[in-house]
């Protein structure tokens, strides 16, 4: 387990958001159906967001960098737990398919510590292998499983958005707070049994109790 190291290199990727990694660091990653969030709702989003980086310009203090998630990454979850779009996620045969395609590569490229599948949105708890890239363990997941989900439903054009958020662990009391918010969002999130998909390791079995 590797969290946030203030001395270490970090590689920083840009698509629509900036994505900050270390080599074998451990992340909370959510991305997200292209349907997801109403248009009217992105866009308001993104000019709050623009207009508080600028003020807040990177990188942040803890205490910034906490306010930046409780604003935006809490907002945008907020919205996606309201259940706009298709949330074809419910789907079990849908479910299934991301659980196998989460667990293929696990223990080689990444270590999957704690995943749930919403509706229309997945969070994941991961440690990356060390050698192994964040874009690309997340572009794998999309490519494969937007073929095969359109081919369920039927349906064709863009599934997944097009960026994903995430954000380095820094420790074991924020890997805990992640592991707990992962575990209560289909709680808040007020789902039914089978309409969403929870797996967690033994680590946060043992951590959450």
């Known amino acids: 387990m590797k969290f946030f190291d203030a001395l270490a290199e970090t590689r920083v990727t840009r698509n629509r958001l900036p994505h900050w990694q270390q080599d074998g660091a451990t ?3 959510t991305y997200r159906l292209a349907d997801s969030i109403p248009q009217i709702l992105m866009n308001q989003w993104r000019q709050d967001r623009a207009h508080w980086m600028e003020l807040n310009p990177q990188p942040w203090d803890t205490e910034t960098e906490y306010e930046y ?8 979850d907020r919205i996606m737990d309201s259940g706009f779009g298709s949330c074809v996620l419910r789907n079990l045969e ?3 398919l991301l659980a196998e395609n989460f667990s293929n590569f696990d223990g080689k490229r990444y270590l999957l510590h704690s995943c749930v599948i919403m509706p229309n949105h997945v969070h994941l708890l991961l440690s990356m292998a060390v050698g192994s ?8 997941w999309k490519n494969y499983t937007s073929k095969r989900i359109n081919a369920i439903t039927g349906e064709g054009g863009a599934f997944w958005q097009k960026d994903y958020f995430d954000r380095i662990i820094r420790d074991w009391d924020h890997f805990a707070n992640v592991a707990r918010y992962i575990r209560r969002n289909p709680v808040k999130a007020k ?8 797996f967690e390791d033994e680590t946060v079995k043992r951590i959450l109790g």
């Not at 998630?69 to 945008?76: A, I, P, V």
């Not at 890239?133 to 794998?140: G, I, N, P, Q």
């Open 133 to 140: 890239w964040l874009e690309k363990a997340v572009t794998s």
């Open 69 to 76: 998630h409780r604003r935006f990454s809490g907002e945008l």
């Open 27 to 29: 992340y909370f990653i």
């Open 191 to 198: 789902l039914e049994e089978g309409h969403y998909r929870l």
């Open 94 to 96: 849908i479910q299934d």
